[in-house]
């Protein structure tokens, strides 16, 4: 296994910077051929285009199997096989473990702030000359998460605005009204909490840094930024700061419940109507189904609480883009694949009624689809409405900082310790600040 230099980390991470502050201003070993060896590796044809093409396709979304097949059945030529390693950062390590081995996929799934890291360490690959139709399929906006330097390092799949999803039947039962504020969402936890001691309007999340990242976005925050070559780290920044206190207090009064979501018992809980609420992004009713499945018909989506009356900000939590890995053998042809995943009409088409995703490209989402709600949301035939509304105001960071998975593992430990404890969550935060860039500086980027 090699490992690169310290000062050509260094270099690459400088390069990343003003990439980013470009793309900010300006809006696989493993290539598989023909034919799975019984080792597992792939082999056949080279990258010439000729014969049948094999390609490898990392992707944890469930039932994206279906969409795959749509493409398999009419490309006979380029086949796509696909594999489900990990989901998240997880994948993200995966990727990197096996482009140092030389035995990672073609195609992979990758979420908006984990693709700078994949950047700067070679592990995906630019393919801006296979894309040039591609990228004129979305808007400035959302091509910004996978341009650096000009150059495009993948396809945006779709955008994920935090919203607050909810439970009507129990809402109706308790007499409670949907929060509009963050002020109205904690006198409603506490109200709960009285009719019923056993129910929770929430639970505070300390396994998981998507949700608060999102809520700290819409607060206001910006954690990264850059000058040239010297990059700005603010990730305890009064924005943060102000989200993880009022979270703190509904934990320290007992009005949210702790556990993490994803966990047994939060799916217990949501299934059994201990939990009434889940903030979550526009992909939950995908995810619904195998949380809760017997509440299939009881949920409604709202706009996040705001922090001020009529402000329609919200976060995001998650996204991705299609990437294709730096070793595929094959990038043109998975690059084929990755922009007819995500701006082909149909393939869009088959993602929202599988997935759920909010089309990232501008004519994905007028597809005639949206008009209807999603399954596990047969009593909402506006949901995809309700998530065009506010979409336009969810708010990312400007940009991501190149060592992401230390910061968010900073957050899982700080306040996964604090919220045991009855720890300070101020102090956590503060710890994130000081691991990320105690990190940065390790790989050699200049901090100010």
């Known amino acids: 296994m090699s490992v690169t230099p310290r000062r050509r980390r260094a270099s690459a991470a400088a ?31 080279d990258g010439g285009g000729k014969g049948k093409v094999t390609l490898t396709f990392w992707d944890w979304d469930p039932n994206i199997d279906k969409v795959v097949a749509k493409w398999n059945t009419t490309h006979p030529d380029i086949q796509v096989k696909l594999s ?20 990672g996929p073609d195609i992979a799934k990758v979420e908006y702030q984990s693709l700078p890291a994949l950047v700067s360490k070679g592990v995906v690959a630019d393919i801006t000359d296979y894309t040039k139709d591609t990228v004129t399929k979305f808007d400035d906006a959302t091509l910004r998460s996978t341009v650096f330097q000009g150059k495009v390092y993948g396809v945006p799949q779709d ?37 019923d001691p056993k129910a929770y309007l929430t639970n505070f999340d300390a396994a998981d840094p998507g ?20 990059w700005k780290v603010n990730i305890n920044d009064a924005p943060t700061k102000k989200v993880a206190s009022y979270w703190q207090q509904l934990v320290g009064d007992g009005s949210v419940a702790k556990n993490p979501s994803f966990s047994p018992q939060w799916n217990k809980q949501m299934n059994d109507g201990t939990l009434l609420t889940w903030i979550s992004g526009a992909w939950a009713p995908a995810q619904l189904g195998g949380i809760a499945p017997s509440t299939k018909g009881k949920w409604a989506v ?43 009409d149909a393939a869009v088409t088959e993602q929202v009624k599988q997935i759920n995703v909010y089309p990232a490209a501008t004519a994905g989402r007028s597809l005639p689809v949206l008009q209807a709600a999603p399954a596990f949301f047969p009593n909402q035939p506006d ?16 940009m991501w900082g190149p060592d992401v998975t230390v910061t968010f593992t900073g957050y899982t430990d700080g306040f ?11 102090a956590a935060l503060d710890a994130m600040q000081g691991a990320t860039l105690a990190d940065m500086k390790k790989l050699g980027f200049t901090v100010g």
């Open 15 to 45: 390069a990343l910077a003003a990439g980013l502050l470009l793309a900010t201003a300006a809006c696989g070993g493993g290539g598989s051929g023909s034919g799975d060896k019984a080792d597992g590796k792939s082999g056949g044809t």
């Open 84 to 103: 489900n390693p990990a989901g998240g950062d997880q994948l993200v390590a995966k990727m990197i473990t096996a482009h140092e081995a030389k035995n």
């Open 159 to 195: 955008v994920a605005p935090l919203m607050l999803f909810y439970r009507t039947d129990l809402f109706q039962k308790y007499g409670l009204s949907v929060p509009k504020t963050w002020a109205d969402f904690a006198t409603t936890a506490k109200a709960l909490r009285a009719k």
């Open 211 to 230: 949700w608060f990242t999102g809520l700290a976005q819409q607060a206001g925050a910006q954690w990264w930024s850059a000058s040239g070559d010297t």
């Open 302 to 344: 709202a706009q996040l609480p705001a922090w001020t009356a009529g402000d329609p900000a919200t976060g995001i939590w998650g996204g991705s883009a299609t990437t294709v890995t730096a070793d595929s053998k094959h990038p043109k042809e998975a690059a084929e694949f990755a922009s007819w995943l995500n701006t082909d």
């Open 383 to 398: 949901f995809y409405a309700e998530v065009k509304k506010v979409a336009p105001a969810a708010r990312s960071f400007p």
């Open 416 to 426: 996964g310790k604090a919220l045991q404890s009855g720890g300070d969550f101020g």
